[in-house]
């Protein structure tokens, strides 16, 4: 398994694992996804099962994405923003 990471502003944003990349705020999507379907969160889209865009969760993802730390998304996100 060969890594590499890449880093925005000193944050880890994504990493390669075997040449995929995956960003960080989808690889926690991915993991919190099926939790949220389990909670029937209304976060998450019935069709694709992924965060709806427009959801908190969509947003604390696209946060991540975007190199955003996980502190600060995480406060944005209990701020209900």
């Not at 976060?43 to 190199?67: A, E, H, V």
């Amino acid at each position: 398994m060969i890594q590499n990471k890449r880093y925005h502003k000193g944050r880890l944003i994504s990493h390669k694992i075997d040449g995929v990349e995956q960003l960080l705020g989808t690889r926690i999507a991915n993991m919190a996804a099926p939790i949220a379907k389990v909670l029937k969160l209304p976060c998450i889209d019935k069709k694709t099962g992924q965060p709806r865009p427009d959801s908190g969760c969509g947003k604390m993802k696209q946060r991540l994405n975007d190199g955003m730390s996980f502190a600060e998304a995480a406060k944005l996100r209990l701020q209900g923003k």
